[in-house]
């Protein structure tokens, strides 16, 4: 297929900007890792030469062939569902699990990729020719059937488009992933930690186009209420916003998606009052995550709310911007999201293709900024914002992580002081505080909990997967 319309002004710069990306961040769902740990990259180095296939090495065509990142999932039983003549395969994950070691090894793609029983959700980087092959060998697979991306007739507009809204490819390499791509069967395809939970109707929750969205807003903006479906440090660089008072989205104070439905529960009374009566849109940054989560949060709302999302996500709409931006269609002022979309790989964030001012300030200076960094401190590493020139003042999160770095250099057993468990510092306690309502019990959803359900998916369904480096 061609990928003429992808290739943008933007990738030809990015891949001008020197080859080591000083951002920080591929952690999956999970919570920040320490900052020397080998599979979290804080920056990374471009070693597959900007996606560049050997047969093409002057420079000059490196810079008309960027690689890409691809960003997709699908529930099975979310519309378009699977057609019937194969809805059993979608029973065998091992196999779609195998598929997938086999398409990411054969074309060098780096990536994760998540397969459970309800469906499966991946991010894929390659190289522009690889990317396009893998592309071709997904339309022609039977777990893309009833999805209209083909097979194969590149001429087909409505085909190429349906590609380019499932796929969702931004900018971006194998190296982004490290170079590797982990495939693994799990319990649930993003972990919202419900256990057994399905929509009871997924038709009552309205999926919008990118350009139906943006109406939306702009629709009874007085009657609408914006939701932002992502943690808080996602939300913290970038939101989308009412076009009638430019107030950001409500962004609950979550650290992962686990913690989503826990924020619902707890705080049901005040959405109700906050929600009641007016449209909800509901956003993430590629869609799925409102899929399973929205629809719970409909359930537990209760009948009468008028709910739509985003399909595809911020990544969708970005694009669906970015062209109309190219077409003159609209200006970057007019774009209702703001600052930047987080990704979970080693870019760290992915913007609009003009330049567009940061939402968010540096934790050191307080100036503008939206450069990630982590907090320094051993055994903290919460993600936070710092700006270029503030980077070499060794950032802690709160004068909380100082104090035991403080204390842990003047003591003599710097050693054992660090292997003791950290208490949660001040800025975690102040928004856990802030999410739980204060003083409210709440169910105990540790890491130690994520790994125990990833146990049970591997024992019930199997071992992991991996795929070779
Ligand atoms: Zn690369
Ligand atoms: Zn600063
Ligand atoms: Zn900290
Ligand atoms: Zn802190």
């Not at 990142?69 to 099975?76: C, D, I, S």
């Not at 686990?258 to 906050?274: E, F």
């Amino acid at each position: 297929m061609t990928l003429a319309p992808w290739h943008t002004n933007r990738n030809r710069e990015q891949l001008r900007t020197p080859t080591v990306i000083d951002l920080p961040l591929a952690m999956g769902h999970s919570a920040p890792k320490s900052l020397n740990a080998s599979s979290d990259p804080v920056s990374y180095i471009c070693s597959c030469g900007g996606s560049i296939s050997p047969s093409t090495s002057p420079p000059t065509s490196l810079l008309s062939t960027p690689g890409f990142v691809l960003l997709f999932y699908r529930y099975w039983a979310a519309s378009p569902v699977l057609p019937a003549s194969d809805a059993h395969l979608s029973f065998d994950i091992q196999a779609l699990a195998a598929w997938y070691t086999q398409q990411t090894t054969s074309l060098h793609l780096g990536g994760k990729i998540r397969i459970a029983r309800e469906g499966f959700n991946v991010t894929v980087g390659g190289s522009a020719t690889e990317i396009s092959k893998f592309i071709e060998a997904c339309a022609a697979h039977w777990s893309f059937a009833g999805l209209g991306l083909g097979p194969g007739n590149t001429d087909n507009k409505g085909e190429l488009e349906a590609r380019q809204r499932f796929f969702k490819p931004t900018p971006g390499c194998r190296c982004v992933f490290g170079g590797k791509a982990s495939v693994r069967v799990v319990a649930e395809a993003t972990p919202m930690g419900v256990e057994g939970y399905a929509p009871a109707n997924w038709e009552r929750v309205i999926a919008l186009s990118p350009a139906d969205f943006h109406a939306k807003c702009h629709q009874e903006a007085k009657q609408s209420v914006l939701v932002d479906v992502r943690n808080h440090y996602e939300s913290r660089i970038g939101y989308f916003v009412s076009p009638l008072t430019g107030e950001p989205a409500l962004r609950p104070p979550i650290r992962r998606f686990s913690q989503w439905p826990q924020y619902v529960k707890g705080n049901l009374d005040q959405l109700k009052s906050d929600m009641g009566g007016k449209q909800i849109l509901t956003y993430c940054t590629g869609g799925i995550r409102c899929e399973k989560g929205v629809r719970w949060m409909q359930e537990k709302l209760g009948e009468g709310e008028t709910v739509f999302t985003l399909s595809g996500g911020i990544a969708a709409y970005l694009e669906w911007i970015n062209s109309e931006i190219r077409r003159g269609r609209k200006t970057v002022d007019e774009s209702l999201f703001k600052g930047k979309n987080y990704v979970f790989d080693a870019r760290g964030a992915v913007a609009l293709e003009a330049e567009a001012e940061p939402v968010s300030r540096c934790l050191v200076c307080d100036n503008l900024s939206d450069r990630l960094d982590k907090c320094r401190s051993d055994g903290c590493h919460l993600v936070v914002v710092v700006c270029e020139d503030c980077q070499t003042t060794d950032p802690r999160c709160c004068h909380d992580c100082r104090d035991i770095d403080d204390a842990c250099r003047s003591s003599t057993e710097v050693v054992e002081e660090k292997r003791k468990p950290r208490p949660m510092c001040a800025c975690e306690k102040e928004r856990e505080d802030q999410l739980w309502a204060k003083g409210r019990v709440r169910d105990k959803k540790t890491q130690g909990w994520r790994k125990r359900e990833r146990k049970k998916a591997e024992n019930s369904h199997g071992c992991v997967v991996r795929s070779t480096d």
